[in-house]
């Protein structure tokens, strides 16, 4: 499966963005789907995944109450609406899939099988 994230940008302290994750070739509806992002001389960092299904969604201390993800299985695409950005928020953010069997933790980025080629945020203050 190939995933191609987009809708990045550069948007102020407060605006909102909605990445998107679009998957192509070998898809189906069983992929869990995880949002990470790096900033510079940082560690990836969780930010949200959600089920194959969509009945569940998980959240990075830094998403909860501003970020929410979501899925669109008949267009293969996830999608993180983030709101309330802060200059903080400002990363590279990548989607990964990970194949079943879910062997590994949701937040953990080893767990992931497959993943996109990122996008940028920049959120200026």
């Known amino acids: 499966v190939q995933l191609q994230a987009s809708g990045g940008g550069l948007v102020q302290a407060g605006d909102s963005l909605r990445l998107s994750c679009a998957a192509s070739?070998?898809?189906?509806?069983?992929?869990?789907i995880g949002w990470f992002r790096q900033a510079p001389g940082k560690e990836r960092e969780f930010v949200a995944a959600?089920?194959?299904?969509?009945?569940?969604?998980f959240y990075g201390d830094s998403a909860k109450g501003r970020f929410t993800i979501s899925t669109d299985n008949a267009k293969n695409t996830v999608y993180l609406q983030m709101n309330s950005l802060k200059p903080e928020d400002t990363a590279v953010y990548y989607c990964?899939?990970?194949?079943?069997?879910?062997?590994?933790?949701?937040?953990?980025?080893?767990?992931?099988?497959?993943w996109g080629q990122g996008t940028q945020v920049t959120v200026s203050s």
């Open positions: 959600i089920t194959n299904s969509g009945s569940s969604t």
């Open positions: 070739g070998r898809t189906d509806s069983t992929y869990r």
């Open positions: 990964a899939a990970d194949a079943p069997p879910y062997s590994g933790s949701y937040s953990y980025a080893g767990t992931y099988n497959y």
